[in-house]
Antibody, heavy 128, light 107 residues
Framework: QVQLVQSGAEVKKPGASVRVSCQTSGYTFTNYALSWVRQAPGQGLEWMGWISAFNGNIKYAQKFQGRVTVTADTSTRTAYMELRSLRSDDTAVYYC?????????????????????WGQGTTVIVSS | EIVMTQSPATLSVSPGERATLSCRASQSVGNSLAWYQQKPGQAPRLLIYDTSTRATSIPARFSGSGSGTEFTLTISSLQSEDFAVYSCQQYNNWPRTFGQGTKVEIK
């Protein structure tokens, strides 16, 4: 079955960086795109960025521009999200999610059906 | 960015009753609207996409409707496992945006 398995919890100090991985299985990696979504304690869901696993095209939320990098490694079917210059309000659960299926006939075009598969989440705590 | 507003924040419903949740977009999102269910300590789960299409394995008691800026999620007869937080999300535009969620609790 389709699975997204994320790396374990992290505790970081303010100003540090964190890198979360998302190992995928059960589908053709390059036929789909992935988004990263976070959820602060007691808060709603917040979209951070999106990456095409086919050609590496990226979209970022303006809020995180310059501070976040998302990548995808087709050889290991793994996506990564790095967040730098961490602050206490970056404390959250971070999710990788599958979002977008590539059009076979137009490889740079995606069909969207919501975020249909979610990783289990990675807790990142930022504290001095 | 498109702001998604959900109401009410909390909905108290008895098991077996009908629940109606609302989601409003600050500008039209066409029918590119999804609903998610989230239970404590779990990742969200996709319930509905394209406003009214149930995701795989989602029971028929969940239904979605609306278009443009006004959307509704209806749970026809609440089961014990349906008490959770429900969030709407638009995927018509970047950035993707979510509502703040409606908590459905036992009355």
């Amino acid at each position: 079955q389709v699975q997204l398995v994320q790396s374990g919890a992290e505790v970081k100090k303010p100003g540090a960086s964190v890198r979360v991985s998302c190992q995928t299985s059960g589908y053709t990696f390059t036929n789909y795109a992935l988004s990263w979504v976070r959820q602060a304690p007691g808060q709603g869901l917040e979209w951070m960025g999106w990456i095409s696993a086919f050609n590496g095209n990226i979209k970022y939320a303006q809020k995180f521009q310059g501070r976040v990098t998302v990548t995808a490694d087709t050889s290991t079917r793994t996506a990564y999200m790095e967040l730098r210059s961490l602050r206490s309000d970056d404390t959250a659960v971070y999710y990788c999610v599958r979002e977008g299926e590539r059009d076979t006939y137009n490889p740079t075009y995606y069909f969207y059906f919501g975020m249909d598969v979610w990783g289990q989440g990675t807790t990142v705590i930022v504290s001095s | 960015e498109i702001v998604m507003t959900q109401s009410p924040a909390t909905l108290s419903v008895s098991p077996g009753e009908r629940a109606t949740l609302s989601c409003r977009a600050s500008q039209s999102v066409g029918n590119s609207l999804a609903w998610y269910q989230q239970k404590p300590g779990q990742a969200p789960r996709l319930l509905i996409y394209d406003t009214s299409t149930r995701a795989t394995s989602i029971p028929a008691r969940f239904s979605g409707s609306g278009s443009g800026t006004e959307f509704t999620l209806t749970i026809s007869s609440l089961q014990s496992e349906d008490f959770a937080v429900y969030s709407c999300q638009q995927y018509n535009n970047w950035p993707r945006t979510f509502g703040q969620g409606t908590k459905v609790e036992i009355k």
